[in-house]
T-cell receptor
Framework: GAGVSQTPSNKVTEKGKYVELRCDPISGHTALYWYRQSLGQGPEFLIYFQGTGAADDSGLPNDRFFAVRPEGSVSTLKIQRTERGDSAVYLC????????????????FGPGTRLTVL | KQEVTQIPAALSVPEGENLVLNCSFTDSAIYNLQWFRQDPGKGLTSLLLIQSSQREQTSGRLNASLDKSSGRSTLYIAASQPGDSATYLCAVRRSEYGNKLVFGAGTILRVKS
């Protein structure tokens, strides 16, 4: 079946611009996660959604970053007034549930969006 | 705050060698530990998951061990192949009721033919 998809695969923008990154989770997955991976580093947690609500946004670096999931499926990560330090690969993952001992919370990752801020 | 460290940062071996990748974490109160593989331009693929109550997990040529009390895990790859070349990441999950993963920086593995 279809996995997690992310668009665009690459995004180049200029400092100060606004960008939106999209994530299409696996159909039926209620939990959705955003991570950011800088060059040479592991992914860092940004935010996760349970359904339509952001249940934990403790990883968002500042108020320039915002994410939505209005219908509990597709999510958009929005970055305002981009800075060069925002350049990274943004990864999205989804799981059937959030927090379970039965394996239904296994996270499946998308290929990522590589964001370059010039 | 949980911190995950992976050693070495990069490794280059000839085909056929057995190798060990190391992962250490600062807070032993984990729910499980997971090893992922990441290929360039692709997402993460889960290789092995070890629950905190387990000591090891095996899948084919891969074996992962966990020593929770000392905060260490190893990934053993037997008879390495060029197709094993990738970045290997370990990640810990703190709680049964939270699915936030904390990742190490990864080990870049190159297997030469």
């Amino acid at each position: 079946g279809a996995g997690v998809s992310q668009t665009p695969s690459n995004k180049v923008t200029e400092k100060g611009k606004y960008v939106e990154l999209r994530c299409d989770p696996i159909s039926g997955h209620t939990a959705l996660y955003w991570y950011r991976q800088s060059l040479g580093q592991g992914p860092e947690f940004l935010i996760y959604f349970q359904g339509t609500g952001a249940a934990d946004d403790s990883g968002l670096p500042n108020d320039r970053f915002f994410a939505v999931r209005p219908e509990g499926s597709v999510s958009t990560l929005k970055i305002q007034r981009t800075e060069r330090g925002d350049s990274a690969v943004y990864l999205c993952a989804s799981s059937l549930t959030y927090g379970s001992r039965f394996g239904t919370d296994t996270q499946y990752f998308g290929p990522g969006t590589r964001l370059t801020v010039l | 705050k949980q911190e995950v460290t992976q050693i070495p940062a990069a490794l280059s071996v000839p085909e056929g060698e057995n190798l060990v990748l190391n992962c250490s974490f600062t807070d032993s109160a984990i729910y499980n530990l997971q090893w992922f593989r990441q290929d360039p331009g692709k997402g993460l693929t889960s290789l092995l998951l070890i629950q905190s109550s387990q000591r090891e997990q095996t899948s084919g040529r891969l074996n992962a061990s966990l020593d929770k009390s000392s905060g260490r895990s190893t990934l053993y790859i037997a008879a390495s192949q060029p197709g094993d070349s990738a970045t290997y990441l370990c990640a810990v999950r703190r709680s049964e009721y939270g699915n936030k993963l904390v990742f190490g920086a990864g080990t870049i593995l190159r297997v030469k033919s």
